[in-house]
């Protein structure tokens, strides 16, 4: 919106940037924000040695255009969105990233891991032979296919053959399709089967893509952990004039003829002709769609059956255990500047489909014994019950359990669609930011 011309305040009653999406740090603060009355042992090291997310998100490379950026988790179609944003923004001038180790699927109590190459499918424990060798046979399909190119179809039509033909094709196994469809794909549910294949098809090779590229996995983390990313932006915004004010409370939206016209904070009122907000500044306007269970798990130790990496991600698909959703976690460490030295931290995450969200995470905690401290929450989720077109509101979505910004990054696209009434154009912002900062070298 700054970029664009528009004059923007932005307001937040926490003392940091980031809102529910934040770093907390020094630790102790954690440990306050749970409710543990004790302090962090002496064991946790120097508490402003933390950044411990309370959102667990990564980021996906898509291989191009990234000298600058090393890191990891985002998808949609052909290139990741998040990136894309961060990219034509330059936001990457103020951020650090650096690749996760490695990525992991879960499968009768065990951990493995995700084969996305042809080398690493015949390699894996995660099939039998003969499966390995269907599966490779899939692989070298997704990697040849051409959507431009109907020779490449095999007798497939992207825009017609469902996903779940697809792998009937190549007599996959469920398990096969399982960690194809969630750990390469990432999707969240099963849906996707009764979709045309062409989107599938291309997140696959995304992934594959984006692994060859940086080797261990195909995503990517800031340095001093996500809280990074709102700073960056905020930096961005500056520049074009954009005003931040931290730790300033929100007491009343001023609404006139059912449109709002300003925030009432402290006595003043900041007037204004859009506004944008997360769902808790505005609870008479958003209804209550699920909620979504998040255990911050610090370790000493990395994750068995990772070969020891310093950073991971392990989703276990639903089918797994017996579940509609499935269970992510994300693990980093102090290699990425978010931990003391030898510490580890893991967050679990997914939807919650029960009354004991708890025992819905379970399978996922034991993965990561022993455990030296862990943080549970059960968030909300909400939505806004109108489109905000009348009243010029305009709430995001929760933060669903996914640890990647596809969502996210939809939702951003879709308040910007609500707000300005075109579509988010990457190409334009990217020409705009070269009026500031000058055009590309190349």
Sequence with gaps: MSVNGKKVLHMDRNPYYG????????????????????????????????????????????????????????????TCQLVKMLLYTEVTRYLDFKVVEGSFVYKGGKIYKVPSTETEALASNLMGMFEKRRFRKFLVFVANFDENDPKTFEGVDPKLTTMGDVYKKFDLGQDVVDFTGHALALYRTDDYLEQPCLETINRIKLYSESLARYGKSPYLYPLYGLGELPQGF?????????????????????????????????????????????????????????????????????????????SCQIIIPQNQVNRKSDIYVCMISYAHNVAAQGKYIAIASTTVETSDPEAEIEPALELLEPIDQKFVAISDMYELTDDGTESQIFASRSYDATTHFETTCNDIKDIYKRMTGSDFDFENMKRKQNDVFGEDEQ
């Design 234 to 310: 905020a930096r961005l915004s500056a520049i074009y004039g954009g005003t931040y004010m931290l730790n300033k409370p929100v007491d009343e939206i001023v609404m006139e003829g059912g449109h709002v016209v300003g925030v009432k904070s402290e006595g003043e009122v900041a007037r204004c002709k859009q506004l944008i907000c997360d769902p808790s500044y505005i609870p008479d306007r958003v209804h209550k769609v699920g909620q979504v269970i998040r255990v911050i798990c610090v370790l000493s130790h990395p994750i068995k059956n990772t070969n020891d990496a310093n």
């Design 19 to 78: 809102g529910e999406s934040s770093s907390i740090t020094p630790l102790e603060e954690l440990y306050k924000r749970f409710g543990i009355s004790d302090s962090p042992p002496e064991s946790m090291g120097r508490g402003r040695d933390w950044n411990v997310d309370l959102i667990p998100k990564f980021l996906m490379a898509n291989g191009k255009n990234l000298s600058n950026m090393i890191v990891g988790v985002i998808i949609l179609l052909k």
